[in-house]
């Protein structure tokens, strides 16, 4: 799958990145800042990393995830390491 998209408001995107980072368990504003950087000078292939990276699909398992960034040659400017253990389903009872 390839999606193409132009950033318009970069401290938008930021905002949403931040959000999102800020929902995991344990996460500071330290770590959004080492993560995607600050507001006023935001890493946009990490920020776009942080809202685009799949959810776990059921029976499967995830072997990499990449956003190329294509001012930096198409390297991959963020790799997203998701759980590889599968989902437990909750008990219904």
């Not at 770590?31 to 000078?41: A, F, M, N, S």
């Not at 990490?46 to 799949?54: G, R």
């Amino acid at each position: 799958m390839t999606l193409s998209l132009t950033v318009e408001d970069a401290r938008t995107l930021w905002a949403a990145a931040a959000e999102r980072a800020l929902a995991a368990p344990g996460m500071t504003l330290a770590d959004v800042l080492d993560t995607i950087g600050p507001r006023e000078d935001p890493s946009i292939a990490d920020c776009i990393a942080m809202l685009t990276a799949p959810a776990a699909l059921p029976g499967c398992t995830l072997d990499g995830y990449e956003v190329l960034d294509p001012d930096m040659g198409l390297a991959p400017a963020q790799i997203i390491q998701l759980p590889t253990q599968p989902l437990l389903r909750a008990a219904h009872g």
